[in-house]
């Protein structure tokens, strides 16, 4: 009898989180409400993919992401948290723009030349 021994890939956090993230833009996946708990938590709204009219509500608690979905019940990352993750990066991206473009505006202090609200 000869046995037969299937490798598992193990993936590491990062391959399947962009896995995921794959899934989700195939799928269309994205944020569509975002808000918070009465504790202040951020929470997101992701659409469900085989349900209709019914939202998954991923909440940001202490830096980890928690989904309310199957996938995630039994402990598996899923394409809820990816959207949403991959929203917050985004959210990230732009601040970090922002915030760019504003420490190369001229600062009052270094503009010497003479102003008045009277002309």
């Known amino acids: 009898m000869t046995t037969k021994r299937t490798r598992q890939r193990t993936e590491t956090a990062q391959e399947y989180y962009e896995r995921m993230r794959e899934v989700a833009q195939r799928d269309g996946l994205i944020v569509v409400g975002t808000g918070h708990t009465k504790d202040g938590r951020r929470v997101y709204a992701v659409p469900s993919r085989t349900e209709k009219n019914r939202w998954h509500l991923v909440v940001v608690a202490h830096g980890a ?3 309310d ?3 995630a019940k039994f ?3 899923c394409r809820h948290r990816a959207a949403v993750r991959d929203r917050m990066e985004a959210e990230a991206s732009a601040t970090r723009e922002q915030r760019a473009a504003l420490s190369n505006s001229p600062k009052p202090r270094d503009d010497t030349r003479v102003f008045s609200v009277f002309k």
Do not use: D, K, S
Request: net charge neutral.
């Open 65 to 67: 992401l928690e989904c």
């Open 75 to 77: 402990g598996r990352y």
């Open 69 to 71: 979905c199957t996938a």
